[in-house]
């Protein structure tokens, strides 16, 4: 068992910035990729950023590249979101998640129930 439990959402300005945290306890091991994902209202859950925690490797959605940085802390077990020049297509409820594998893009029921996530936070950009 894997828990997650986010902090950081809010509600912005266009342009601004917030930054996302993810504690993680339990048996981690094995789930190397820690990773933020995003769903809006009416739409499917979608990969944001992704990080590996043996070595940092990252991954990023293409609409957020050079405005997002994904990072981690493995003494605290903690990955961090920062997300700067936030945009209004932006807002959505952010989930943390563990996994086995790398995963982007849509994120299917299936893909849901095999990897853990957290109970997510809300973010909200205002043009």
């Known amino acids: 068992q894997v828990q997650l439990v986010e902090s950081g959402g809010g509600s912005v300005q266009a342009g601004g910035s917030l930054r996302l945290s993810c504690a993680a306890s339990g048996y981690t091991y094995g789930w190397n990729y820690k990773g933020w994902f995003r769903q809006a209202p009416g739409k499917e859950r979608?990969?944001?950023?992704?990080?590996?925690?043996?070595?940092?490797?990252?991954y990023y959605t293409d609409s957020v590249k050079g405005r997002f940085t994904i990072s981690q802390d493995n003494a605290k077990n903690t990955v961090y979101l920062q997300m700067n020049s936030l945009k209004p297509e932006d807002t959505a409820m952010y989930y943390c998640a563990a996994l086995r594998r790398p995963l982007m893009g849509s994120v299917s029921p299936a893909e849901v129930r095999e990897n853990y996530w957290g109970q997510g936070t809300q973010v909200t950009v205002s043009s």
């Open positions: 979608e990969g944001v950023a992704l990080i590996y925690s043996g070595g940092d490797m990252t």
